[in-house]
């Protein structure tokens, strides 16, 4: 069931990831890494069995690209690509990043319920998609530090720390150097 599970996010992430890959442009690549957060960050629970955990990931996930969603109709800030915005023109909706929001989200999910080794990677990847939206001239730095800032407090709500089941429970991986073999018991 697992290498089902670990087949499935992979062939999500790259099907999410093909058009950056085909495309020469940062903003391509940002989009499709915060399309492919959330996708890895979910089969990532799938993976541990962590039904828990893929429902506090949708909560803090759907509550910080909402709140970014909500804020962008009653904060009124101009595209930077469009200074000076038109009075009518849809290119007031800058602040704050939802695109950003959606690549935060799973990154402090990973963190905070899982550790460093999972949310430094997932962080890499938003700080990514945060730079790709300023530097494409879609969003000023601050949408994107608040997009990550209410995904931090969502999660904080939100997310508990891991905790694998009671029992034993084993673990095998394989490098070049050799197999790694373990044994484990929590109660």
């Not at 957060?37 to 909560?59: H, N, R, S």
């Not at 800030?77 to 959606?102: G, L, M, V």
Request: glycine share 6%.
């Amino acid at each position: 069931m697992k290498r089902w599970i670990s087949a499935c996010v992979t062939a999500s992430f790259l099907y999410a990831t093909m058009p950056a890959l085909a495309s020469s442009t940062t903003e391509t690549a940002g989009t499709a890494t915060a399309v492919a957060l959330p996708l890895v960050a979910g089969g990532i629970t799938l993976w541990k069995d962590d039904w828990e955990g893929t429902a506090q990931l949708a909560v803090s996930g759907i509550l910080t690209v909402g709140t970014a969603y909500g804020l962008k109709q009653i904060v009124r800030e101009c595209r930077p690509f469009a200074a000076p915005c038109a009075h009518n023109s849809s290119d007031w909706n800058s602040f704050p990043s939802a695109t950003s929001a959606a690549a935060f989200a799973p990154a402090q999910f990973l963190w905070q319920r899982y550790g460093w080794e999972y949310g430094l990677p997932a962080y890499a990847a938003a700080a990514f998609v945060g730079y790709s939206r300023v530097d494409a001239k879609e969003h000023h730095w601050w949408d994107v530090v608040t997009s990550a800032a209410i995904s931090l407090g969502y999660n904080e709500i939100f997310t508990t720390r891991y905790r694998p089941p009671d029992g034993f429970s084993s673990d095998l991986s394989a490098s070049p150097n050799g197999v790694y073999a373990a044994l484990h018991y929590s109660w």
